[in-house]
């Protein structure tokens, strides 16, 4: 099935330090989410874009939903121990209860 | 409130074989949404349950079925069991209409190795 492109798949940072990663498709998605996930956990939601442009923050975190519809990133400013996990972003195509199409992934590492 | 509860959560089958997993909704949704999520892989949508039926699928085979319950609560059925069908299964529930990603509340998944 369809995957969106993440970039990085890891990054490794030492604490304080921002983080930036981004997701791109080739097809228009109407809705942008990013998901963190813990280890033997389900995703859960950080941050939901609804319109093309528009960027949000929900306290250490910022992310975009690109002009053409097509991509998104996420910042996280300050990284602190508890960001540790894998970042997923994912996009749906309509309105409603649509299908999540998610991204391959990003896994940060916190070096001490 | 009560969240979204997967069961079992680990299961070990050998190929050939039928397995079901379960999940029970949150507290006031009325959808059912399943995942599978491949080592090292972002979830893959299965398909979706609203008012007892399927309500869009994924590129998934006839072998993958599902239910939903009067009470939203739904399971997944997998026949013929492949090797490749190992993964994390996820559960997500969320109120029809109030969609968008933005309502969904995912279960902690079914750890299914098929051996």
């Known amino acids: 099935g369809q995957q969106l492109n993440q970039s990085p798949q890891s990054m490794f940072i030492q604490e304080g330090e921002d983080v930036s990663m981004n997701c791109t498709s080739s097809?228009?998605?109407?809705?942008w989410l990013w998901y963190k996930q813990d280890p033997g956990e389900g995703p859960v939601l950080l941050i939901a874009l609804y319109k093309a442009g528009e960027l949000t923050s929900n306290g250490r975190l910022t992310a975009q939903f690109g002009i053409t519809r097509k991509d998104s990133f996420l910042n996280i400013s300050a990284s602190i121990p508890s960001d540790v996990g894998i970042y997923f972003c994912a996009g749906t195509q309509g309105f409603g209860n649509e299908k999540l199409t998610f991204g391959t992934g990003t896994r940060l590492t916190i070096i001490p | 409130e009560t969240g979204v509860t997967q069961s079992p959560t680990h299961l070990i089958k050998t190929r050939g074989q039928q397995v079901t997993l379960r999940c029970s909704s949150q507290?006031?949704?009325?959808?059912v949404s399943w995942y599978q999520q491949a080592l090292g892989q972002g979830p893959q949508f299965i398909f979706q349950?609203?008012?007892?039926?399927?309500?869009g699928r994924g590129n998934f085979p006839p072998r993958f079925s599902g239910l939903q319950f009067p009470n939203y609560s739904s399971e997944l059925n997998v026949n013929a069991l492949e090797l490749d069908d190992s993964a994390l299964y996820l559960c997500?529930?969320?109120?029809f209409g109030r969609g968008n990603g933005y309502g969904y509340t995912f279960g902690s998944g079914t750890r299914l190795t098929v051996v």
């Open positions: 997500a529930s969320s109120l």
């Open positions: 097809s228009i998605f109407n809705t």
């Open positions: 507290s006031g949704h009325n959808t």
């Open positions: 349950y609203y008012r007892e039926e399927e309500n």
